[in-house]
């Protein structure tokens, strides 16, 4: 075990290198969301902060600069409700949700806070971008399309879905964004330009090839038409972690379990669904030593 200093005075600074925290402020209340390695902290004068734990490598130092502060606590939000007292804060159910009770003069108030994280995905024919929690940029341009030439004028359209936002997926002309208990499909190479289709209780992670979706879903993954018809389902076992993070590139197909177990499928036959070789783990060859946490995974090669 390891114990970590965090300054919260030169933490969170204005233009002119200031405290935003008060010298008479006191903490008065802290919760850490171990889903997303997330300290969040709340003190008297109405201050809420947040630092991200990037975690430490087997031999390194937590200070690395040498100045007697952890440097692998990374400030990353400041909020305040200036002229209320802060109570308590506490994670939500979901990584994204933080609720904050305050005394705003007497009146009792409760906040809950949503983090939008906003995605983009590219396919060869088509560019998506999300620039609200409910609504997608459309590019009718993908990277087979080289450079895109900003002197011709843009052929993209809004989408918004009738949910937040939590994932993407593309595959050709193909769309899927999912929330928190569903996802939405958009066609564009639909007569109508674009036809939507929900699919409930699909929340995603997942990723798409052609007409047939992967999607992670508890301790397993399953293979389904996009439609929801399941086909096959890919098994984990507990030695080997819950699947969280999931990626397709051309017919191969990584997923990465929460126990830092990576696998490797391909695809080629959209329903059929083989493993490559045996699963390995996000260590140091050598040593045999974990290299940190997974967040997230991508397939570069196709």
């Known amino acids: 075990d390891k114990n970590y200093v965090l300054p919260i005075r030169n933490s969170f600074t204005d233009a002119d290198g200031q405290s935003l925290i008060n010298d008479k402020d006191v903490v008065v209340s802290v919760d850490f969301c171990r889903e997303r390695s997330t300290l969040a902290v709340g003190t008297h004068q109405g201050h809420v902060m947040m630092w991200k734990f990037s975690g430490a490598m087997t031999g390194q130092s937590a200070d690395v600069d040498g100045d007697g502060v952890s440097d692998l606590w990374e400030p990353i939000f400041h909020k305040h409700w200036d002229g209320s007292e802060l109570f308590r804060l506490g994670w939500g159910t979901r990584p994204e949700l933080l609720s904050v009770s305050i005394d705003n003069d007497g009146r009792g108030e409760l906040y809950v806070l949503n983090e939008t994280e906003l995605h983009c995905r590219i396919s060869e024919t088509m560019s998506v971008f999300q620039f609200s929690p409910t609504e997608l940029f ?17 052929d993209h359209s809004k989408v918004k879905c009738q949910s937040t936002i939590r994932g993407l997926a593309v595959s050709d002309k193909i ?18 330009g674009q036809s939507g289709a929900k699919m409930p209780n699909t929340p995603g992670p997942l990723c798409v090839r052609a007409d047939h979706m992967y999607l992670v879903n508890g301790d397993h993954v399953d293979v389904a038409k996009l439609g929801g018809k399941k086909l096959d389902t890919l098994a984990f ?42 699963r390995t783990k ?11 946490k997974i967040r997230s995974i991508s397939v570069n090669c196709n």
């Not at 969280?244 to 391909?266: M, P, R």
């Open 237 to 278: 076992t507990e030695i080997e972690g819950k699947p969280f993070a999931i990626d397709i590139n051309n017919h191969f197909i990584a997923v990465a379990t929460t126990k830092g177990v990576i696998k490797i499928y391909t695809c080629e036959d959209p329903k059929v669904v083989r493993q490559m070789g045996s």
């Open 138 to 154: 459309v590019e009718q341009k993908g990277y087979g399309d080289g450079a895109i030439n900003t002197k011709t004028e843009p």
């Open 282 to 292: 996000f260590v140091d060859f050598k040593t045999n030593k974990s290299l940190g």
């Open 175 to 192: 769309l899927v964004a999912w929330g928190n208990n569903s996802a939405e499909i958009f066609d564009f190479a639909a007569e109508d």
